[in-house]
């Protein structure tokens, strides 16, 4: 029979590694993750870990109290308005639009809250000082085994759902945009080490910047070299406001800055001569105009999207609703007349729903200017927060504080090239960052902290 002291000692391992399973499994895709699905709504293993990490911060926070959690108010406040707004997204078009699936789309709003729900959880569990560094190796781990699948697919290996070696870039076992998403996210932790040596490690280090640069580079994902840069140049900024940088860190940071950039032109390279075949730089060919072209179709769906925010400036057409016939079919004769170049293919139908691929015009599309404004005011509360406390707070707090704040710019980032969809891994990213934000202290000084470092 066991003692308490022994249930005791059980619960808290599984409270310390209830956040590292729940990041190894929404970044794993769900294609291989068995589910089960009832009326409509489906539930995966990466489900049970978030409700697990929630599970074991609501009984840490009834032990502790909500001291942790209330200092971090305003950012709760404006998580909790925007969720609310998603909800309501989805049921409100359903008054002026009888075709609406809100049953569905209601699904996925509450998956997206779901995911927000690691935000709390990761303040309340990453607290204490071994469950960050559990944390941290585990990205570690996972980059490195991702990398090796990654690099597996490229040399031709059929595992995974690989992609023909034509396509130049691989998913490994996350899927394309979260591959790139965790090798930006990887890189970042391994940038906080190179500028503040002492923080991370130097295995954890070595690590995430060798596996991050593979696993970003063969994922080919544009946007995550867009997160990178960001990443690159705020920890630059930041620490640079603390103490001077030291110069084989910040060169080393530069150095893998710019090979991430040259590896995804590299790997892109046919996407983006298409694109400047399509506006005119290049002399156009035949698959310019004949073949769906990433860039291009992009272009063509970010201009339907604002023609139907245009039609629903203050509330949006609805949640999730740019999938939908009757949504975006009434603007589809202006984008012909825009885009009459494009193949038909290239425009959204029932037999191919293409999405918006930019969270920001989606959200203006689907939200519009009162839910985009609610989404803008989350991310400027938590970006705020992040830099303060890195600033401002003690030298393990500001640490912490940064490295949440660049899993934050990771994720802003991917967002600039995917749409806000529930369920994957660049989903969850943010509420990682966010719970990493908030678990930091916001006590200290600059001074105090530039001269702790």
Not at 81 to 94: C, D, N, T, V
Not at 417 to 430: C, I, N, R, S
Request: hydrophobic share 55%.
């Amino acid at each position: 029979m066991l003692s308490d002291g022994s249930i005791s000692l059980a619960w808290s391992r599984l409270a310390g590694w209830s956040i590292p399973l729940a990041f190894v499994l929404v970044f794993v895709k769900v294609d291989f993750q068995p589910s089960l699905t009832i009326h409509g709504a489906s539930a995966d293993p990466a489900d049970v870990a978030v409700l697990l990490t929630v599970l074991c911060a609501l009984v840490q926070v009834r032990s502790q109290g909500l001291g942790l959690l209330r200092r971090s108010l305003a950012v709760w406040v404006a998580a909790a308005l925007f969720l609310a707004f998603i909800a309501a997204a989805s049921l409100y078009p359903r008054l002026s639009d009888s075709h609406y699936a809100w049953a569905t789309h209601l699904v996925t709003a509450a998956k997206f809250g779901e995911y927000a729900l690691l935000a709390p959880a990761t303040a309340v569990l990453v607290a204490d000082a071994r469950a960050l560094r559990r944390l941290l190796g585990t990205v570690a781990v996972l980059t490195l085994a991702a990398a090796l699948v990654g690099l597996l697919q490229f040399c031709g290996l059929k595992i995974f759902e690989a992609w023909p070696p034509s396509a130049y870039r691989e998913p490994s076992f996350a899927g394309l945009a979260p591959l790139g998403a965790l090798g930006a996210t990887a890189l970042a932790v391994g940038f906080v080490e190179l500028l503040w040596p002492g923080s991370i490690g130097r295995r954890t280090m070595l690590a995430c910047l060798g596996a991050g640069t593979v696993c970003l580079v063969v994922s080919g994902e544009a946007a995550g070299g867009v997160a990178l840069g960001a990443v690159a140049i705020v920890s630059l900024l930041v620490v640079g406001r603390l103490m001077r940088l030291p110069r084989r860190g910040a060169a080393l940071l530069a150095a893998l800055t710019l090979v991430c950039a040259l590896g995804l032109v590299g790997l892109r390279g046919g996407d983006i001569a298409q694109f400047g075949r399509y506006v005119g730089v290049l002399s156009p060919n035949r698959a310019t105009t004949a073949n769906v072209q990433t860039y291009a179709q992009r272009t063509l769906m970010y201009y339907i999207a604002l023609r139907v925010f245009e039609s629903h400036v203050l509330l949006g057409a609805g949640w999730q609703s740019m999938r939908e016939t009757q949504v975006y079919s009434p603007v589809l004769p202006a984008a012909h007349r825009e885009f009459p170049n494009q193949p038909a293919q290239a425009f959204p139908a029932p037999d191919h729903t293409w999405a918006v691929d930019d969270a920001y015009i989606q959200s203006l599309a689907e939200l519009g200017i009162l839910g985009t404004a609610l989404f803008v005011g989350l991310l400027v509360t938590a970006l705020r927060l992040g830099v303060v406390r890195t600033l401002r707070g003690p030298p393990a707090g500001a640490r912490v504080a940064l490295l949440g704040l660049l899993w934050l710019l990771v994720a802003m980032g991917i967002w600039a090239g995917q749409g806000l969809t529930a369920g994957v891994a660049f989903a969850a990213l943010p509420w990682f960052g966010i719970g990493l934000i908030a678990t930091a202290p916001a006590s200290g000084s600059p001074g105090e902290t530039a001269r702790a470092a």
